[in-house]
């Protein structure tokens, strides 16, 4: 039987398809391969949340940079556990309609494909900005812990100052609970789930 969403995804005759207003609320990663990156639009992050889509732009240049250099301070102790540091996956969480793209994601073995599912997912990282600051620091925790995922880390990079925080949270019990907090100038340290240390200072573009 043809779901509603199937018949308005493929009614695109008409001339009046668009599938960022038609699908809003029916968004699945079967109809996300078929229709994103939309045509024309500027190069952006899609997001899902129980088939609402959001996008947002790409990190600013300095974040960029800091989650470069994130992924190299991770990647030496996480390859010797077996884990693989990227950058940003297509993370699914639970159901077709549920999916993140976090701006670094610890993997627990190699990973083929599109999309990734959480249970693979050791450890995500989010850089955090002005524009998304409840989402990193709320919203997209709480639908991690509700994934399962073990760690949490967020980072806070100020260029203009010269400030940058690393915050490591773990889950236990279905909440994450901190499980670090250092600022530049102070040398962050992780025993687990790998090995890593260094000082948030590194992650600026300086």
Wanted: hydrophobic share 40%.
């Amino acid at each position: 039987m043809t779901s509603t969403a199937e018949r308005q995804a493929t009614n695109v005759d008409s001339g009046h398809f668009d599938p960022l207003t038609d699908l809003d609320g029916m968004w699945t990663v079967d109809l996300a391969a078929r229709y994103l990156p939309i045509p024309g639009m500027p190069l952006t992050k899609y997001e899902c949340w129980d088939g609402h889509l959001f996008m947002t732009p790409y990190e600013s240049v300095q974040n960029s940079y800091g989650e470069a250099e994130l992924i190299g301070q991770l990647r030496p102790g996480a390859r010797a556990t077996g884990y693989f540091v990227c950058g940003p996956v297509n993370l699914m969480l639970g159901l077709p309609g549920r999916w993140i793209q976090p701006d670094v994601t610890v993997l627990d073995g190699p990973v083929r494909g599109t999309w990734v599912s959480s249970e693979h997912a050791v450890l995500v990282a989010e850089f955090v900005s002005p524009g998304s600051i409840r989402r990193d620091r709320i919203d997209k925790p709480a639908r991690c812990a509700e994934a399962g995922i073990p760690w949490y880390m967020t980072v806070d990079l100020d260029e203009e100052r010269g400030r940058a925080a690393v915050e490591l949270f773990e889950l236990k019990d279905g909440r994450y609970h901190r499980a670090a907090l250092n600022h530049a100038g102070s040398r962050f340290e992780m025993s687990d789930p790998f090995q890593a240390g260094f000082d948030p200072i590194e992650l600026l573009m300086r």
